[in-house]
């Protein structure tokens, strides 16, 4: 088991309710391919990362390494401590593998406004998880 921690800092009016219904999710919504989570976890996912990102990108940003962690290292098992508004909670991820959100039904989840949320041609990818909290 590892403890890792996750800021929520893009379009929290989405990920917030998707973490409320079990989903912890992280952006980079252009890598948001079944085959790229794949890639990745594969015999050579460090090298098939990079190459997506010089690929899609066309650079290697620092930022890309919380991708990685997400993607490739984070695991079933594992703790996710997210910070919001100076509180915590903590998450133990139910799946070893991260997912596209294609792969979920959001008929039912809303943002902060209210809005259902829908899938686009481009989304995040989340891997699920269940809601141990402790504050």
């Not at 309710?17 to 794949?38: A, E, H, Q, R, V």
């Not at 899609?56 to 930022?63: A, G």
Request: glycine share 6%.
């Amino acid at each position: 088991m590892k403890i890792w921690l996750h800021r929520i800092s893009h379009h929290a009016e989405v990920a917030y309710p998707l973490l409320d219904n079990g989903y912890l999710s992280i952006g980079y919504s252009d890598f948001s391919k079944p085959d790229f989570i794949k890639d990745c976890c594969g015999k050579n996912g460090w090298q098939s990362f990079e190459k997506y990102f010089d690929d899609i990108w066309r650079k290697r940003p620092k930022t890309r390494h919380n991708l990685w962690r997400f993607v490739a290292e984070m695991g079933e098992g594992d703790l996710v401590v997210v910070p919001s508004w100076g509180t915590f909670s903590v998450y133990e991820l139910t799946e070893d593998m991260a997912r596209p959100v294609s792969e979920i039904e959001l008929s039912e989840i809303k943002d902060w406004h209210g809005n259902k949320i829908e899938k686009k041609k481009r989304m995040d990818y989340f891997i699920e998880q269940q809601a141990n909290r402790t504050n």
